[in-house]
Structure formats: structure tokens, C-alpha cells
């Protein structure tokens, strides 16, 4: 389990982290959101003992990660996949972690060989790595304290599509035996295939957090019509929000009944009418990380009032 | 990839978890980063190599009546003293030049630790560069120049000195290493330091200061004679300016900083 309390971190007179305030319960994977810069990084160094908060608290499997007496074989770190030795040899570079936290050595052959890096790769030094080779030797290492905790930077940057779902797999199966996950990402589409939970952080403050149907408590409807016109009306006269969208089709925000209903009301006929949770999902994840800049924030800032704020 | 999943729970105690890596294992560890990869093993061999170069050279110039083990002796602990400070420094500063101190530091959070082992395995490494140097002079010597009268006259202080010598160096690289945290300006400043020092010192004003706080000559004559009570009471002053001190500051330094790079 992981718990932080009011993290707060000021580098070089900027805030880069402020009052970030999570848990993460085992069983589940946690996606953490962000744009680059925003206060990811900061946020799992600080995690590990790494980087010394200026206020609030982290917690980990129920205490300082710094009081673990050993705690490369509780809780398994990716923070970048390029930090190695780049003169050391890859099944090298784990077999030294190993050798620290007393792991014996069979195992660095077993993750080199779940990791898929053959006796070639094994042998050459990480320098000669490409970056998707270095961040499975980062899987590896992460993997190799037989770990209850995994937390991981960006683990998906360099993997080819097969690597991610390979990925996916392995962090579900983690999970489902008990296993505590945190991972983040800049891009939506790789926390939202394999997390739990979401947290999104801008500018350096948690935006939102909360399971993918918790975060789209407001739902929208693409529709698409033959007389647009007289469905801009209609939306209008019911009351709703509509913007325009790719194609002639018209983003109405509401559940696709009510766009229905308020069709009907003006006899204006559908020719479609589709729920659209993924552009709703990737759209609060822009506007939630671009500060506001939307045009449509304040409507954002009404259905999650929690958010209030956070966004100025 | 391999597609196999493991299906074992997520491991509820079991042994070793829970206890702290012992300070004899961080030592083999840190020993082992100095030898695994391409520039540390280098400078090892490179170490043993000049050794026996310069000893051999050393031998074949000269008169073989003065191919005393004290006269050899200076020669040759040359190439280690000058090159165990910048394995040293590269100890410390490869964790941030090569940013593993992420990893090095996250498995071993307290940082003074590290730092302890990292000072020890260096010291171990000091003394085994010691015992290589000693062992290729001696040999050198009984080879070339066997029967010299007095060849091993003050064998022993002077073996005591060297490693006083080298340990030294040793120490001095590491802290300067913590202090800088960047291999190349604390190479620089290694070399650049006591030479500076050395002419700052060498003004008349300074004539009485001079032999108090100039390091390089103080371990300079280690490994030329037997040192006097009085040259011992120089060298512990300037050990302590330019060893002691950088140390604390570097200790200082480590447990405190970020590592973010």
C-alpha cells in the first residue's frame, strides 16, 4: 500500500508539487496522469526516499520507505530506465542489485529470460542498449526483489505495442495476486488499458482521481443528424451544451437519452447516437492538465466541484 | 517476451525481506562496482601494468649497487598513488554521472551507510593495490639486483608509510568525489589542488604555514624515507585540511542532496 499526505515539494523556487494527497490500495493498479512537468517524477522520488519532501508525509507498506530494513525486496522502483552503468553488462547490472538485497543470483537468469532478453543481450553492456531493451532490463530490476509494491516512471516509453501489452499483462497479474501498482504516464491511452484508478496531476496539484467511471460522472453523446441547424435548436431549446465535432456530427453534453428526448421534442431526426466516453475521458485529461485554458472549464468545474480551483 | 505469468501470491514474509543488508555485503558490492565495468577494470589493470613498467624501467637506468627496495620502492607505488584517488572519485561520482545512484540509493536509503561502505571497499582496495605494488618491487629488486648490501633496510616503515600513502590518496579522491559529485572537475581539482596550494604556500609570508598544510609533500615523503616525528606532525595537519575536511563536507553533502539526476 501506498499513502502520501500533503506531499509538497518547492525545486529551485518553484512549487513542482503541491499538497498531492493519494493511496493506493493493494490488488489495484493506479495510473498517475500527468503531462511532462507536471510533477510526476518529483512526486514517486519523493516516494522512495530519494528527494525529501518540504511538508506532508509518504507512506509505504505502512511506514517510511527509509525504515524498510531492506526495501528492494518489498517494494520494486522503475524510475528511469536509463540510469545504468552504461560500461556495465545488463545480466551485470541486475546481479549487483541482486547481490544487495540478497536475492540469489538463479534469479537474475529467471527475469532476464520473463523480460524476454536473451544471453546476447544479457552480455552486452547497457550503453549498447535500445531504449525499449533498457527499460525491460528495468522491468527486470524492478521485478527482482519479488516485490509487493511496484512503482514505476513511464515504464511504457520506448516499448513497441507487443512490449506494452506484454507490459499490461504483467502489471494485471501483479495486481490480482495482491500486489500494490503505481505507474504513470503522459499519455491516456496507456494507464487507461490497464488501471484501476486514475490520479492526473497539472501543475504540480492531483487534478482528479478516482476509477475511470468515477471520473466521468458527466457523460457525452456524439450525434450526428441530417438537418444540423435544427439540432443546434433543439439542444439549445433543451437546454444543453453542444459543441461542434469532427465530421458534421455535433458533442452534446448529455447522457444520450436526454439528446434523444430533446430531439424528439423539436422532431428533428437522429441518424446517430453514440455515448462518447473515451473523447470525454481525453478531454478532461487536456483541459484538466492545460490549466483551464479551455473554453469549456467552467462547465468542467460545475460537474466536478472538487476541482474547483485547482485549475487557476 | 515471454508470455509465462507468475501465479504465486504476492509473497507474504519470507526470509530475508525484512533483513537489512549487513555492512560486509554493501562493502563486496561496492568492490564489485569498481571491477564490473569497462572503466573501472581498466584502471585497475592499467594500475598493475605501469607498476611493473616503471619498476622494470626503473631497474634497467641507474647503478644496480643503488637498486635498494627503498630506492625502487618510490618508483614504484608512482602509478597506484596517482591513479586509486580517481578510482575513488569515480566510486562516488559514477553514481550521479551515471545516474545508478537512483537504484544505488533507493535499495539502500541510509545514505551514510553507502557512503561507509563505499570509504571501506575503497580502503580494502587501497591496501590490495598496496600489497600488488610491494609485491612487484620486491620482486623486481631480488631479480635485478640481488646481494646489494642493505636492500631491505627499513623495509617495514616504509611498507607502513606507503600504505599510509595510498589509503590517503584514496580517501582524498572519495571525499572529493561526495563534495563534487561530478567526475571531471574533481579530477581536476585532485591534480590541480595541491600544486595550486603548493605555490601559494611557496611565497616567503607563508614559509612557516608551508610545511603544516602542503598534502602533496607530506605524502610525498612516505614513500622516500623514514619519516621524523616532526615530518609525521606535518602530514597529520594536512591530512586533516585536505582529507578530514573534504570528508565531513562530502558526507555532509550525500545525506543531504536530492538525487534527482
Not at chain 2, 157 to 169: D, F, H, K, M, R
Request: with cysteine.
Amino acid at each position: 500500500m501506498i499513502q502520501t499526505n500533503g506531499l509538497t515539494k518547492q525545486l529551485g523556487g518553484r512549487t513542482v508539487v503541491s499538497n498531492v494527497t493519494f493511496r493506493c490500495e493493494p490488488g489495484t493498479v493506479t495510473g498517475f496522469l500527468g503531462p511532462n512537468g507536471a510533477g510526476k517524477t518529483t512526486t514517486m522520488r519523493m516516494l522512495v526516499g530519494l528527494s525529501e519532501p518540504d511538508s506532508g508525509t509518504a507512506r509505504i507498506l505502512g511506514g517510511r520507505y527509509r525504515d524498510l530494513p531492506n526495501p528492494g525486496r518489498r517494494v520494486g522502483i522503475l524510475l528511469d530506465a536509463s540510469a545504468q552503468h552504461a560500461g556495465r553488462r545488463g545480466r551485470e547490472a541486475l546481479a549487483v542489485s541482486a547481490h544487495t538485497m540478497g536475492v540469489p543470483a538463479q534469479r537474475v537468469d529467471a527475469l532476464l529470460e520473463l523480460v524476454g532478453l536473451d544471453e546476447t543481450a544479457a552480455r552486452r553492456r547497457v550503453g549498447k542498449y535500445s531504449l525499449g531493451m533498457r527499460q525491460r532490463l528495468g522491468f527486470a530490476h524492478a521485478l527482482l526483489g519479488d516485490p509487493e509494491v511496484l512503482i514505476l516512471d513511464e515504464p511504457a516509453n520506448g516499448l513497441d505495442p507487443q512490449g506494452m501489452r506484454w507490459m499490461r499483462g504483467l502489471l494485471r497479474n501483479f495486481a490480482d495476486r495482491g500486489g500494490t501498482v503505481l505507474l504513470s504516464s503522459h499519455l491516456l491511452a496507456e494507464v487507461e488499458a490497464v488501471a484501476d484508478r486514475m490520479m492526473i496531476i497539472g501543475g504540480g496539484r492531483i487534478q482528479a482521481q478516482g476509477t475511470r467511471a468515477e471520473l466521468l460522472t458527466e457523460s457525452r453523446t456524439i450525434v450526428e443528424a441530417d438537418d444540423l441547424a435544427g439540432l443546434d435548436a433543439a439542444m439549445h431549446r433543451g437546454g444543453l451544451a453542444t459543441h461542434p465535432a469532427d465530421g458534421d456530427r455535433r458533442l452534446v453534453e448529455a447522457e444520450p437519452e436526454v439528446v434523444a428526448r430533446a430531439a424528439m421534442a423539436d422532431g428533428v431526426v437522429l441518424r446517430r447516437l453514440a455515448p462518447a466516453e473515451d473523447a470525454g475521458l481525453e478531454r478532461l485529461f487536456f483541459e484538466l492538465t492545460t490549466g483551464g485554458a479551455s473554453p469549456q472549464s467552467p462547465q468542467t468545474d460545475s460537474i466536478h466541484p472538487e476541482l474547483a480551483g485547482a485549475t487557476a | 517476451m515471454s508470455t509465462t505469468t507468475l501465479t504465486a501470491p504476492i509473497r507474504v514474509n519470507t526470509a530475508g525481506v525484512h533483513a537489512r543488508p549487513g555492512l560486509g555485503r554493501l562493502v563486496a558490492v561496492e568492490l564489485r562496482k569498481m571491477v564490473d565495468t569497462r572503466a573501472g577494470f581498466r584502471l585497475q589493470v592499467a594500475m598493475v601494468a605501469l607498476t611493473v613498467v616503471v619498476v622494470v624501467v626503473r631497474l634497467l637506468v641507474g647503478d644496480a649497487a643503488h637498486h635498494t627496495f627503498q630506492s625502487v620502492l618510490d618508483a614504484g607505488l608512482q602509478p597506484s598513488a596517482v591513479l586509486l584517488p580517481v578510482l575513488g572519485i569515480l566510486l562516488v561520482t559514477s553514481e550521479w554521472s551515471q545516474r545508478t545512484g537512483l537504484i544505488t540509493f533507493a535499495l539502500v536509503p541510509v545514505r551514510s551507510r553507502l557512503l561507509g561502505a563505499k570509504l571501506i571497499a575503497s580502503l580494502l582496495l587501497a591496501v590490495a593495490m598496496l600489497a600488488m605494488s610491494i609485491t612487484v618491487v620486491a620482486a623486481g629488486v631480488l631479480v635485478a639486483s640481488p646481494g646489494v648490501e642493505a636492500t631491505w633496510s627499513d623495509a617495514a616503515p616504509l611498507i607502513g608509510q606507503s600504505a599510509v600513502n595510498l589509503t590517503a590518496g584514496m580517501v582524498v579522491g572519495v571525499a572529493l568525489g561526495a563534495i563534487l559529485l561530478a567526475s571531471a572537475p574533481a579530477i581536476v581539482l585532485l591534480f590541480a589542488l595541491p600544486a595550486s596550494w603548493m605555490a601559494v604556500v611557496s611565497l616567503p609570508v607563508f614559509s612557516g604555514v608551508a610545511p603544516w598544510t602542503d598534502y602533496a609533500r607530506a605524502l610525498g615523503q612516505m614513500t622516500e624515507k623514514v619519516m621524523s616525528a616532526t615530518q609525521w606532525a606535518h602530514a597529520g595537519t594536512s591530512l586533516t585540511i585536505w582529507m578530514v575536511l573534504p570528508l565531513l563536507i562530502g558526507a555532509w553533502r550525500i545525506t543531504r542532496r536530492e538525487i534527482a539526476s
